[in-house]
């Protein structure tokens, strides 16, 4: 047997083992019986992108579980996120407000911004998109969230690097 006919065979039996498994496991977590086939299949699709992975995972369902549960929390994130712009744009006057392409366009880049800010607690990202989105100076931040001038700054600089390892450690082609 060549290595891609393993790799294939692998990802078949652990398809067949566990999927059934996956999606009833999904189904406490979420909304919907198509929801939890969504992100069955999204788990598996990991797989895919990775196809030695079948042969090295020692516990195969805790391995499932894991990977399914960051991807209910990236849906449960992006809803957010959906929400709060949509709740925005309906605020706004109907003359500016963008068309729908525009729409799709802005939300995709705020799930890339939310996805880069991954990993900082909620308070250094909202110092950061109040200072990058809103324009907001850092003094006007310290005080709207009842916190320092220095406490900003620090959150502020550890965003940024983020950004930096973001664009220029983990893309070294750029």
Not at 90 to 107: N, R, V
Not at 163 to 169: K, L, S
Request: glycine share 4%; hydrophobic share 40%; with cysteine.
């Amino acid at each position: 047997m060549d290595g891609d006919t393993s790799e294939q065979a692998g990802f078949s039996k652990l398809y067949q083992d566990h999927h059934a498994w996956l999606v009833r496991w999904l189904l406490r977590r979420t909304r919907g019986a198509d929801n939890a086939q969504d992100l069955a299949h999204d788990t598996f699709m990991r797989l895919l992108d990775r196809p030695a992975l079948p042969h090295g995972i020692r516990n195969a369902r805790a391995w499932l579980a894991k990977t399914a549960s960051n991807l209910v929390v990236d849906q449960a994130r992006r809803q957010i996120l959906e929400r709060n712009y949509l709740a925005l744009l309906t605020a706004l006057p109907e003359q500016e407000q963008p068309s729908p392409e525009d729409q799709w366009e802005l939300l995709q880049l705020l799930e890339r911004i939310d996805n880069l800010l991954d990993g900082l607690r909620p308070i250094e990202k909202k110092t950061f998109l109040m200072s990058r989105l809103d324009g907001l100076p850092y003094r006007k931040i310290a005080e709207r969230l009842g916190i320092s001038l220095s406490s900003v700054e620090k959150y502020m600089a550890k965003a940024m690097l983020k950004c930096y390892t973001a664009a220029y450690v983990e893309r070294p082609d750029l």
